[in-house]
């Protein structure tokens, strides 16, 4: 079917078109327009006149145009759900999460919009401000362009379009090639709504050309990006003065001590590492566990690990479905290959089979063998043996990554150890790297990004703090 973008309130085609293949069938899903740089820059103008509307819109008018996008989201939940099934094999049972988790994102925006304030500042603080009365005022930073993954097509786009329009901005959305749909669905939604048109727009086709027309213009005066390293510092190296907000990859880490409840655990650790076939930017990829129970956790990681169900996205029952690729699963094999000439063993999975790469499990991997040192975004989990706490806090820091970090221990002076020492944007207290909510700040260290989101967050990164002093004469 062929699709349109959407600008302006309106649906628009395009003089190219791309097949969209459903990863796990591999048969033609739609036709993708892909915008050309000119049809970009016709989408930012649009934006850049829509500011005005978005302007005049009290925060009252912003909260319930953001409240009505959750309720839509809510009344075309399963719809929404399988759309991200379909074109990113995410088993339907996850994609559910994701809409409901999508549900909260735009309610939180709706909460934040009402409590966008600035600050009383004490100007006669200062020897020269006496008589002087300050403030601050948060105002929309303008255009955002927002560029987003395909591991999260729609919860991630939230984070960004839920923020921009609770601060009063206007937004160009490009969504992965992988996943445009999810994306016109959102379409479909927020142009039911009293957004005033051309206040969002969502543009396809290539990362490349709509990324240089959105970094090149003058007018966006935001770039936010959820994606892989290499594309956000390409993005960041060409912004010039652009404000940036970089949420990348990371290969998370999680320590477990001795004296813990490993039952409670192991499930815990088999969802966090194969969920969404281990493509999820805070998925388990390093596990460092305690000599003490290292092989019973090895014993009841690949018990429960061989459970899992292998299949179509479609069915309720699966957990594993094929990756967003076939090139990225024979990546992910070759890196495994790579792991076991270097000496690790092969504990689950380790190989595709029916077109679907399995949950793997590796152990005795060495820091510098790419499914270690690397972002694996696959279904594959290392588990190393470690003696001491120290050990383990100094292989999780040993990355060029710092996104979230978990450890799971009894002991307080261990728990408080770790949350000071683990180089990360979050330590995660008995719990796996991968625990998420929507409103709590979330955002990396060195090459998982800068900026923070979690709507508040993101909020303040998408807004001008403006003084205003008055002189009381
Ligand atoms: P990706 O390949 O970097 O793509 C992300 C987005 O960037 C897509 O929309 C892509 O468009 C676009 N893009 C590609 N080349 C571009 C360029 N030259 N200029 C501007 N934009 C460009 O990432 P992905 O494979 O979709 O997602 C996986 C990555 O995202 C992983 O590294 C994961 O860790 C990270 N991630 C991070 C977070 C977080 O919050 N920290 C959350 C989720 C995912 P095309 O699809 O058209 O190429």
Redesign the pocket.
């Known amino acids: 079917m062929k699709k349109q973008y959407y600008v302006n309130g309106k649906w628009v085609s395009s003089n190219k078109y791309k097949e969209l293949h459903s990863p796990h069938t591999k048969e033609v899903i739609a036709q993708i327009p892909q915008a050309t740089q000119q049809e970009v820059d016709i989408a930012i103008d649009i934006a850049d006149e829509a500011r005005k509307q978005m302007t005049a819109l009290t925060a009252y008018d912003r909260a319930a145009i953001l409240e009505h996008i959750a309720q839509l989201f809510i009344d075309h939940r399963q719809k929404a759900a399988e759309i991200i099934s379909l074109e990113a094999s995410k088993p339907i049972k996850y994609a559910l999460g994701e809409i409901d988790r999508t549900i909260e994102t735009y309610k939180f925006a709706a909460e934040e919009a009402k409590r966008l304030t600035g600050e009383m500042i004490p100007m006669d603080a200062a020897q020269n401000g006496a008589n002087r009365f300050g403030y601050t005022i948060e105002q929309p930073i303008g255009v955002v362009g927002a ?6 097509p729609q919860n ?1 786009v939230a984070h960004k379009v839920g923020p921009a329009i609770a601060a009063g901005n206007t937004i160009v959305l ?5 996943t445009p749909l999810s994306a016109l669905f959102l379409a479909e939604l927020i142009d039911q709504t009293a957004l005033p048109k051309g206040a969002f727009n969502v543009v396809t ?4 050309t ?3 027309a ?2 090149k213009s003058d007018k966006v005066k935001m770039i936010t ?8 510092k ?2 960041r190296d060409r912004a010039g003065l652009k404000k940036v907000a970089l ?4 290969n998370s880490g999680l320590i477990i001590d001795k004296n813990v409840d490993l039952a409670q655990i192991v499930p815990k650790c088999v969802m966090g590492a194969f969920s969404n076939q281990g ?4 998925s388990l990829q390093r596990t460092y566990v305690m000599d003490e129970v290292y092989d019973e956790f090895i014993e009841q990681f690949s018990t429960l690990t061989n459970k899992l169900v292998i299949g179509n996205p479609e069915d309720e029952s699966t957990d594993i479905s094929a990756m ?1 690729h076939p090139d990225e699963q024979e990546r992910a094999l070759s890196w495994v290959q790579e792991a076991v000439e270097q000496g690790s063993k092969v504990i689950s999975g380790g190989m595709i089979e029916n077109g679907i790469f399995l949950p793997t499990i590796l152990t005795n991997v060495g820091a510098d063998s790419k499914v270690s040192c690397q ?1 694996v ?1 696959a279904p594959i989990v290392l588990v190393n043996r470690i003696s001491s706490i120290d050990e383990g806090i100094d292989a999780i820091n040993n990355s060029n990554f710092g ?1 979230q970090a978990g450890i799971f221990t009894n002991d307080i002076s261990t728990a408080f150890k770790a949350s000071k020492e683990l180089q990360v944007g979050g330590v995660m207290i008995n719990d796996i790297p991968t625990y998420r909510v929507d409103q709590m700040p ?3 260290v060195k090459d ?2 800068t900026g923070k ?1 979690g709507i508040k967050y993101a909020i303040q990164e998408m807004t001008e703090t403006k003084l205003v002093v008055w002189n009381q004469q």
């Open positions: 560029i987003t993954p395909f591991n999260f991630l490009k969504p992965a090639s992988q086709g290539s990362g490349k709509i990324g240089d959105l970094i990006f959820t994606g892989s390293p290499a594309v956000g390409g993005i949420e990348l990859g990371s493509q999820v930017c805070i967003i972002e975004f996104l979330y955002g990396g998982s990004g989101e």
